[in-house]
């Protein structure tokens, strides 16, 4: 399980297109909540961490929002999402450890999650909400999708389930919505859900 927490293992799983968790376009729900914001959301700060090869990165660059950071571990999806946006702004592209990012030089206004919170050891997801929360500004929202299934292995992707969740995130988050998605692709229906929080004051 170690292993997950090593940029070469994530490397080595792109080499080999190994990324089975990749439904190859952008997920429907967070295309559905994307499509639903109004034109002045797309000059705030987004963050997607873990984005992987990033098709919500790429929705949104194509949508006109100007201010949005792709993060992973691994530099070959990030080469790739360059190669497919050329003109997507280069310091947005940041390979580095989600956990390492310095809040003091980072802040955002809303995180995207999608398929990062159950790829990461499942002994660092306390750490995960407390860097979240350290990375959002005052009021800051974390929207996407967590996985509401145990899928009862030691590798990625790790499961979870609502009431873990709150336990985890009510200490540093107001959870406003955390609910079974409905428009989930359909790889995986009645395995995710929809969450929107906000950083408590």
């Known amino acids: 399980m170690e292993k997950v927490n090593q940029a070469d293992f994530w490397q080595q799983r792109y080499e080999q297109d190994s990324i089975g968790w990749d439904m190859g376009q952008v997920s429907p729900p967070l295309?559905?909540?994307?499509?639903?914001l109004p034109e002045a959301a797309k000059g705030q700060a987004i963050l997607v961490p873990g984005a992987g090869n990033a098709y919500e990165v790429g929705y949104l660059y194509e949508q006109g929002f100007t201010n949005v950071t792709l993060v992973d571990f691994a530099p070959a999806p990030i080469e790739a999402f360059a190669g497919r946006y050329?003109?997507?702004?280069?310091?947005?592209l940041i390979c580095a450890d989600f956990f390492e990012i310095s809040p003091e030089q980072y802040?955002?206004?809303?995180?995207?999650e999608q398929t990062f919170f159950c790829a990461i050891n499942p002994a660092c997801r306390d750490e995960y909400v407390q860097q979240m929360a350290k990375l959002l500004k005052?009021?800051?929202?974390?929207?996407?999708?967590?996985?509401?299934?145990?899928?009862?292995?030691?590798?990625?992707?790790?499961?979870?389930?609502?009431?873990?969740y709150r336990q985890r995130f009510a200490p540093y988050f107001d959870i406003e919505i955390m609910a079974s998605s409905y428009n989930s692709h359909p790889a995986r229906?009645?395995?995710?859900?929809?969450?929107k929080m906000r950083v408590k004051e």
């Open 31 to 36: 295309k559905a909540y994307i499509d639903q």
């Open 86 to 92: 050329p003109d997507f702004p280069a310091a947005h």
């Open 107 to 112: 802040q955002f206004d809303w995180v995207l």
């Open 138 to 164: 005052p009021k800051g929202k974390l929207i996407g999708l967590l996985f509401d299934k145990d899928f009862g292995r030691n590798e990625p992707p790790f499961g979870g389930s609502s009431d873990e």
């Open 189 to 195: 229906q009645g395995s995710e859900l929809f969450i």
